[in-house]
């Protein structure tokens, strides 16, 4: 962007002389995953020396004059020694994080008329003392909200450079050192003859090129002895997207079965790819410069806090593990183990598939649509599932030690099963009748996800998981057979109204997984079985 027209361009490294103008960048500011461009005003008048920043900036914006300062003059364009006064507008949005240091420095200098800065450009890169561009997190989620708003040239630091490149429609520009930048603007070339260009290795833990984007190694489903019940209903959560209990004694498989979940499930769509890998961004995870194919798995210690799960932290809050398993599983094993607060926290997102967190000055908005896998013993010392061994729990200790389980939680898990020990028989089997592999039950999920995509199109939905149980039951008579045995169960307070829709949607995804066009009262009775075999 061009100066005002008063202000004579000011030759490189001539900071002392007499100087007075305004110019303006832009960045974008972060609100969750929520991205707002932001208007970087900077005024030099003819008074004392100060730099002043000003539009609700946090501590990271404010530290960033000392930054600027000292980069600059080690690009050998020192800031003039005039009082600067920096605008970061819009004033009423909260701006958190080192990123602005790049637009705030291009603005300052372009009042100085050391460069140009166009209009149609974003600067997202931290400042160090030396002058080199620094990588920071929630670049993607920040370039497609500049992209979204019609901004698509992007200046980033080098590292970043692959990360921005994700965004369709982008112009990604990157440098190393601020002379590099300054010249592409239109500062004198001979800066990069008079500045030595650091060449530094980038610290360990900063943001850059990894492999932390949140994916699991795919483990195979044949690896699992016995659990016919469990593998099915493993496939059933995949192919509908639904929510899965499983109780048994220690040492029954439960967890291999929840680690094999994210095998079976396809393959994430282009958008579905850009929202995960923009939360990891935003969390400042490694590895964000390919999109993440494969659904996260997310397997806290059930000693996380509150905000650790569902996001939270001082200033801006950050995603937590529900977000980071968005699209993909979260796995609760040893549920009852949780905190009680943080289970019934759950309730909101798996009916909304979002979590707000709301502070003072703004509230965040993060994506929370995934598969809930909780695993349970049946009591504290687990020997009540027939192991063979005496439980030691009195019968209270037994309904303290499930009741962490709210009624309301397990109302919208829908599918519930008991996991019993594997036998020695199983164990020892060497038979031809090998169980299948996981790429096996995924060729029939993915078949089923696609009868269900193609006949949810019309109302914008892709699972059964995800339909309004008014659509879901349309197609099936109140009086025909397939529904009576929801009517009895309501009729006995064994099921709620909610429990009935579950019901359907796993009935649904059953007929799917047969290529039935419709569910039979078979699979209805099925479906049924598995909402109400842990709670009877």
């Not at 990360?163 to 982008?170: P, R």
């Not at 492999?211 to 044949?222: A, H």
């Not at 040492?251 to 291999?256: C, H, L, R």
């Not at 090998?434 to 949810?456: F, H």
């Amino acid at each position: 962007m061009t100066t005002s027209g008063v202000m004579p361009r000011n030759p490189a490294g001539s900071g002392g002389a007499e100087v007075s103008g305004f110019a303006r960048s832009r960045s974008v500011a972060l609100v969750g995953l929520d991205g707002h461009v932001v208007d970087v005003e900077v005024d030099i008048g003819q008074s004392l020396p100060a730099f002043t920043i000003i539009g609700l900036p946090d501590q990271a914006v404010n530290e960033s004059k000392e930054r600027i300062r000292s980069a600059a003059r080690h690009a050998g364009v020192p800031l003039a020694p005039r009082k600067i006064t920096v605008n970061l507008s819009p004033a009423t949005l909260p701006k958190r994080g080192s990123h602005f240091d790049a637009a705030v420095v291009m603005a300052v200098l372009s009042a100085q008329g050391v460069v140009r800065v166009p209009p149609d450009t974003v600067f997202y890169a931290e400042l160090g003392l030396d002058g080199s561009l620094r990588p920071v997190r929630g670049v993607l989620p920040a370039v497609l909200a500049a992209v979204r708003a019609g901004i698509t040239r992007v200046v980033v630091a080098e590292e970043n450079r692959a990360e921005a490149e994700l965004v369709a429609g982008a112009s990604v520009s990157s440098a190393h050192h601020l002379a590099e930048l300054l010249v592409e603007h239109g500062a004198d070339p001979a800066l990069l003859q008079r500045v030595a260009i650091p060449t530094v290795p980038r610290a360990p833990g900063t943001p850059a090129a990894g492999n932390g984007s949140g994916e699991e190694p795919i483990r195979d489903l044949r690896d699992v002895v016995g659990q016919v019940e469990g593998r099915q209903a493993l496939e059933i959560a995949a192919a509908g997207g639904h929510h899965l209990l499983m109780v048994g004694p220690p040492g029954a498989g439960k967890t291999m079965l929840a680690e094999r979940l994210p095998g079976i499930l396809p393959d994430l769509g282009d958008e579905d790819s850009l929202e995960v890998t923009s939360v990891h961004s935003l969390r400042g995870d490694d590895g964000c410069s390919a999109l993440v194919r494969r659904p996260p798995f997310q397997a806290p210690h059930h000693s996380i806090t509150l905000p650790a799960l569902c996001g939270g932290g001082s200033g801006m809050p950050r995603p937590g593990a529900i977000s980071l398993a968005h699209r993909g599983v979260l796995f609760l094993d040893e549920a009852p183990e949780f905190d009680r607060r943080v289970l019934d926290a759950l309730r909101q997102p798996l009916e909304s598939g979002t979590v707000t967190i709301a502070r003072a000055q703004s509230v965040a908005h993060y994506p929370a649509r995934f598969q809930l896998v909780l695993a349970a013993n049946p009591c504290a010392c687990g020997n009540a599932g027939g192991t063979g061994q005496t439980c030691t729990c009195s019968a209270v200790q037994r309904r303290r030690y499930f009741g962490k389980l709210s009624g309301p939680l397990l109302d919208r898990v829908d599918l519930q099963l008991r996991v019993p020990a594997v036998t020695y028989r199983e164990l020892s089997s060497t038979g031809d009748a090998r169980p299948e592999d996981s790429a096996t039950v995924a060729a029939r999920v993915l078949a089923a996800r696609a009868a269900q995509a193609e006949r949810l199109a019309a109302v914008g939905c892709r699972l059964n998981s995800t339909v309004p149980g008014s659509l879901l039951h349309r197609r099936l008579s109140p009086g025909t057979r397939a529904v009576e045995p929801l009517r009895a169960a309501m009729e006995r307070r064994t099921l709620t109204a909610r429990g009935f829709v579950k019901v359907l949607r796993v009935a649904w995804t059953l007929a799917d997984l047969a290529g039935s066009t419709v569910p039979t009262p078979e699979h209805v009775q099925l479906a049924l079985y598995f909402k109400t075999t842990v709670t009877a």
